[in-house]
């Protein structure tokens, strides 16, 4: 334990000045909250017209990115692909980071987050007919899932030893369908209100699968790029490679599925179009989210052009231009281009424009500099790990401090 | 949950009806501390009971009642022909199928302290709902059911109904337009 | 360390107490910690109950009463409006402020009396809920008060987490105020706009406090929590209307037991023409609508 402390605390002007931003947002979001905690959401731009906003778009993302781990797990364990294999760790250290965010972003969303243990079986109450209930649920499990994993996996490397695949196998197998189930329920949060035609549409569980595999090993990618240079780790261009290939294949899902939902919507023009037109058109003068929307198909568009192309892919320049555009494009659809058209116009007709407060951003910030932080601090002690230049069993140098 | 309650409760209920007798409708009311007079209103052709119910007085103009004070053979003999008045109640302006109609089609003639039915039936102001009830036969039977008009009290127990000339003039029945209370406030973004 | 493939199976002792702790402690928080309203028994219902007499009466400075009421059998409430009648004086959103004690500052109101264009008929679309003109009716417009519908098969009820709010056996939907984490998942769900959050700790003015209170319905709210029309159970328990219907200067609301036969209601279900709002969704809301005339 003490060896990993030291690890993480010695690190190059690179690695400070990334923990320092952090730490500002992460400093800058408690100081938000606490307003926000005690003057109330009021502070957020959300009212009872628009009653989920910037907070819920952000956790609906995040759990994609949590699921899209499993990207990396399906081939490496189940088509035994050896290049992938030594970097699933790193995709099982996101989906950790990326349930502590989700966590986050609920904690910071609820009314009254003191109350939060009335979600834990047995001490509170959980509703088995609320898909929220079982949001929970599930997303915890996984947590705990992917914890276990990782945490043995490094732990049998800190001794030298290789992981009990007793434990491991059956584990990350159940990941996969766990990992799909945490989206797919997420999407059902969504898909069974009635109330909401934008979201009562079959359409919406497969289009968050297809979204989420393409923004979260859009994340990864960069990170093992990063990797790669500031560490000794090996990551050969062929896992690189294919993972953007599969991000191609789910970044086109995701168009064709957005492609058909806007078919239906404009095709059949019954009222349920007016918000699919206030998030694509605007409605009258209520034109708040269009260039939002626009940006969004642009990045998402670009991002498949990119990474379809074996010889973009290929480019360091451009792969990288692809991932940033794929995450920047999935995380604008599913934040703010999934919740607010879904609220607006309101149940009554109403239409009141929801873009996020000051307070909302700094508090989101926040979450995600958090969730950077710990996503950071692992990787510092599991990379070494992994190389071996961090061992428990046998007397070594001190590690070489990289990032 | 709701799959049970709903038919346990209309179980519960129609044994309740069948063994206890209906809910509510043979309760006479207590009278309040008001000068309240009785209508007697004829129930719903179903049931079998007679509802007292509470309504209170006429709403009339002040210092206007009884009229015989005036309108009686030897100060102001009866004068059966149709005209405008000038002399007195002028202030009244008919709009209520005054092509047709006057006065004297709801007044009694001989005793101007009660109405009169077509069938020349006289009416005490107290029941002026059956001289509506003549022409405005469905509203009636609304209103006899609780479902015309307002009504204050308890939904299983003793109600206050209104005579129908307490919402509505009878010489200028449409319903008067009112200001509106003021519209809920617009939501708003936080300063910051 | 051993050096071997496996790792031992056994569990230790230290691990076996652990979990036990963890089963006890969980086990005993079950027992004796707060739970839903909906589940505490009578008795100790009364206890908690007395208890926020006290702590109203004392900041509210007057004698308050919490009324601990419960359903009575073989009744359904409903409540029915009609469209001939209603003239969007809103009234009746008034009396539902002061008499369940909703917030004034920040503004929170149960009721949203909805105008329509008589042409285009009932069309959320193009309903204005801030129709602000001199007098009621205005021409070409009619008025759709809308507020909880106490749907039969409330999607509300049916989202929640934590089982916060549930529709009582006389049909009311309630929400324990205290119970609720303020996801707004209901919010969500609901498709007529009825319920309300507290996005600021709500306040009522010292004098115009309500002091006949009802454990379900309008005992003061924390910021944070999610609120609505819960029929007026502190007035409906015990036998009276609502207040909404008694401040109607038109009468368009009636209101009684579907089940029972006598009642205004099943005469209007029986001999009116009945609407419901957005009936495709089969919520089933027990809030009809129709024309008198």
Redesign the interface.
């Known amino acids: 334990m003490t060896g990993s402390v030291g690890i993480v605390l010695r690190g190059n002007r690179f690695y400070w000045m990334w923990l320092a931003f952090l730490g500002a947002l992460i400093a800058s979001g408690a100081l938000a909250y606490v307003r926000q905690a005690s ?4 502070l ?1 731009a ?4 628009v ?2 906003g910037f907070y819920i778009g952000n956790f609906t993302f995040l759990v994609g990115v949590a699921a899209a781990a499993v990207v990396l797990v399906i081939p490496a364990y189940i088509y035994d692909w050896k290049p992938i294999r030594e970097i699933v760790i790193f995709g099982e250290l996101l989906a950790v980071s990326a349930i502590i965010m989700c966590l986050l972003f ?1 904690l910071v ?5 003191e ?2 243990w ?2 834990v079986p ?6 088995v ?5 079982w949001d ?1 649920i599930v997303l915890n499990l996984y947590f705990v899932v992917n914890l276990v994993v990782v945490t043995h996996i490094i732990y049998r490397a800190y ?1 030298g ?2 992981y ?1 695949k ?2 491991v196998i059956p584990l990350v197998l159940a990941s996969i369908p766990m990992a799909i189930g945490i989206h797919t329920v997420t999407a059902f ?1 969504y898909n ?5 035609p934008y979201w009562n549409s079959s359409i919406l569980a497969p289009q968050f699968l297809a979204s989420a595999f393409c923004s979260g090993p859009a994340i990864l990618l960069v990170v093992l790029q990063l990797l790669r240079k500031f560490t000794r780790f090996e990551i050969q261009n062929e896992a690189i490679w294919k993972i953007a290939e599969l991000m191609a294949y789910a970044m086109f899902l995701n168009l064709f599925l957005h492609g058909v939902e806007a078919f239906k919507e404009y095709y059949s023009n019954t ?1 349920h179009l ?1 918000y699919t037109r206030y998030w694509f058109q605007g409605l009258g003068e209520h034109r708040t989210l269009v260039p939002f929307a626009w940006t969004a198909v642009a990045l998402n568009v670009t991002a498949f052009v990119l990474f379809i192309m074996p010889a973009a892919r290929q480019n360091p320049i451009t792969l990288n231009i692809g991932c940033l555009a794929t995450y920047a494009g999935c995380y604008i659809d599913k934040g703010m281009g999934l919740i607010i058209p879904g ?1 607006t ?6 239409i009141y424009q929801y873009y996020p407060t000051v307070t909302e951003v700094q508090v989101s910030a926040g979450v995600f500099a958090l969730g950077f932080l710990v996503f950071t601090l692992m990787l510092k002690v599991a990379v070494p790990i992994s190389l071996g230049e961090f061992r428990g ?1 046998i007397a070594l140098a001190p590690p070489r401090g990289g990032d | ?2 799959r049970t ?2 038919p346990l ?2 179980a ?2 129609a044994l ?2 069948w063994g206890c007798g ?4 043979d309760r006479v009311a207590t009278t309040e501390s008001h000068q309240a007079m009785t209508a007697i209103v004829p129930p ?1 052709a ?2 079998a009971v007679q509802l007292r119910v509470e309504v209170p007085p006429p709403p009339f103009s002040e210092g206007v009642f009884p009229c015989s004070e005036c309108h009686n053979e030897t100060d102001l003999p009866p004068n059966r022909t149709r005209r405008p008045l000038v002399d007195a109640h002028d202030e009244i302006v008919l709009k209520h199928d005054e092509e047709n109609r006057w006065c004297l089609d709801c007044h009694d003639t001989n005793n101007r302290d009660r109405l009169h039915l077509a069938s020349g039936e006289t009416v005490a102001f107290e029941e002026s709902y059956r001289i509506c009830g003549q022409c405005h036969g ?2 009636y039977r ?1 209103w006899r ?13 003793a109600k206050q109904y209104l005579l129908c000339v307490h ?1 509505h003039s009878p010489h200028q029945p449409r ?1 008067k ?10 939501p708003m973004r936080p300063a910051r | ?1 051993a ?1 071997d ?3 031992t199976t056994d569990v230790t002792r230290r691990q076996f107490a652990s979990v036990a702790a963890a089963a006890a402690a ?2 005993l ?2 027992a004796c ?1 707060p739970r ?1 309203l909906h ?1 505490i028994p009578r008795d100790r219902l009364r206890e908690a109950i007395s208890e926020w007499e006290r702590d109203y009466s004392e900041k509210y400075s007057q004698a308050v009463t919490v009324s601990d009421t419960g359903p009575m ?4 409430f409903a409540m ?1 409006l ?1 469209l001939s009648r209603c ?5 009746c ?2 009396a539902c402020v002061t008499e369940n004690n909703q917030s004034r500052d ?2 929170v ?1 149960w009721i ?1 009396v ?1 105008s329509m264009d008589k042409e285009k008929g009932i ?5 204005d ?9 205005e021409p070409n417009r009619f008025y759709v008060p ?1 507020a909880c519908q106490h749907c ?2 409330a ?1 509300c009820t ?7 709010t ?2 009582e ?1 006389d049909g009311i939907v309630v929400i324990d105020y205290d ?7 209901c ?7 009825a ?7 709500p306040s009522v003015p010292q004098g115009q406090v309500n002091p006949s209170m009802h454990y379900l319905g309008n005992r003061p709210r ?5 609120e609505k029309c819960t029929f007026c159970i502190q007035r ?1 328990r015990a ?3 609502p207040a909404c ?2 401040a ?4 368009a609301r ?4 579907m ?6 209601i099943r ?2 279900l029986e ?2 023409r009945v609407l419901l709002l957005k009936q495709e ?3 089933m809301p027990k809030f009809f609508y129709f024309y ?2």
């Not at chain 1, 969303?109 to 987050?113: A, K, M, Y």
């Not at chain 1, 007919?129 to 209930?133: A, N, P, Q, R, V």
């Not at chain 2, 209906?22 to 409708?25: A, E, F, L, N, Q």
């Not at chain 3, 919010?187 to 706009?193: L, N, Q, S, T, W």
């Open positions: 003057t109330g959401l009021v957020t959300m009212r009872d017209q009653s989920w609920v969303d609820v009314g009254r987050p109350r939060l009335h979600l047995l001490m509170g109450y959980i509703n007919t609320s898909i929220l209930g929970a001794y030893q290789p009990d007793r434990i949060l069974g209100m009635a109330a909401r009222e007016l609220l116009p309101d149940t009554l007709g109403e069993d | 949950m709701h309650v709903i409760s209309c519960v209920a309740a009806a209906r809910v509510g409708v719903r179903s049931a469905e509203k609304d059911a609780g479902v015309h008009g307002r009504r204050i009290g308890e939904w299983n127990g919402c319903f337009s009112l200001e509106p209370r003021p519209a809920p406030r617009r | 360390m050096k493939e496996t790792v969980g086990w928080l079950t910690g839903r589940e059998p073989g009744v359904l029915a009609d003239n969007g004086n809103r009234l959103v008034d920040p503004e109101q949203r909805l069309d959320f679309a193009d309903a809920p801030y129709y602000d003109p001199k007098e009621v009716p809308v039969r098969n999607p049916k989202v929640c987490p934590v089982g916060a549930w529709t056996p119970w609720c984490i303020g996801c707004r998942c919010m969500a769900a609901c498709p007529y706009g319920r309300h959050f507290n996005w600021q700790a924390p910021k944070g929590v999610v409906t036998g009276r209307y219907l008694e109607c200067p038109t009468g009636k209101f009684g037991n089940l029972d036969p006598e009642s205004e005469y209007i001999n009116k969704l089969n919520t008198g005339t």
